[in-house]
T-cell receptor, first 115, second 114 residues
Framework: AQTVTQSQPEMSVQEAETVTLSCTYDTSESDYYLFWYKQPPSRQMILVIRQEAYKQQNATENRFSVNFQKAAKSFSLKISDSQLGDAAMYFCAYRGNNAGNMLTFGGGTRLMVKP | ETGVTQTPRHLVMGMTNKKSLKCEQHLGHNAMYWYKQSAKKPLELMFVYNFKEQTENNSVPSRFSPECPNSSHLFLHLHTLQPEDSALYLC?????????????FGSGTRLTVV
């Protein structure tokens, strides 16, 4: 079974600075998808960014980018120019091809942004 | 408007009560999911429905009973719950057969069992 591990329960960053959230996963599959979700206090999980494992190029969405290291099974999220609105829980998720549509989530990292 | 709407937003119920959680999506998706989110634990998948058919029951106790009358609506019927069932219950949807674009989530129902 796939597992997703987020080793940082909490992180903090100064406003306008850059922060990196870590995620590792365990799988025997070669083709899969990875996601980062943000859950603000409003509770709704919002998709931040996705990565297709067969693509070597790291995904980027505005201030959010990933460092995808397939051999190391690592998928970190970098947030540049952090804003107060970035404060939230961040969840890494894995979607393989052998488990239907199902996503497996990590335990989450709480990001605090200091003004 | 998130596209996935969950009601109620908050629910307090006694252990002998029967209540239902509702989820509705207007995205044209045909797969829907229930997740349980407890403090300090990863999200736990409970049920999966594809084209109204249940395709996954992740060893959920029978006091949780899902219902999917059509591809747009999903219910979670609750009866004789335990205090440890208190959690945030999240509904999500996706295009069936893929899910490669991830899920769209609702804002959840915060359930407290007293």
């Amino acid at each position: 079974a796939q597992t997703v591990t987020q080793s940082q329960p909490e992180m903090s960053v100064q406003e306008a600075e850059t922060v990196t959230l870590s995620c590792t996963y365990d799988t025997s599959e070669s083709d899969y998808y990875l996601f980062w979700y943000k859950q603000p206090p409003s509770r709704q999980m919002i998709l931040v960014i996705r990565q297709e494992a067969y693509k070597q190029q790291n995904a980027t969405e505005n201030r959010f980018s990933v460092n995808f290291q397939k051999a190391a099974k690592s998928f970190s999220l970098k947030i540049s120019d952090s804003q107060l609105g970035d404060a939230a829980m961040y969840f890494c998720a894995y979607r393989g091809n052998n488990a239907g549509n199902m996503l497996t989530f990590g335990g989450g990292t709480r990001l605090m942004v200091k003004p | 408007e998130t596209g996935v709407t969950q009601t109620p937003r908050h629910l307090v119920m006694g252990m002998t009560n029967k209540k239902s959680l509702k989820c509705e999506q207007h995205l044209g998706h045909n797969a829907m999911y229930w997740y349980k989110q407890s403090a300090k634990k990863p999200l736990e998948l409970m049920f999966v429905y594809n084209f109204k058919e249940q395709t996954e029951n992740n060893s959920v106790p029978s006091r949780f009973s899902p219902e999917c009358p059509n591809s747009s609506h999903l219910f979670l019927h609750l009866h004789t719950l335990q205090p440890e069932d208190s959690a945030l219950y999240l509904c999500a949807s996706s295009q069936s057969g893929t899910g490669v674009r991830g899920y769209t989530f609702g804002s959840g129902t915060r359930l407290t069992v007293v």
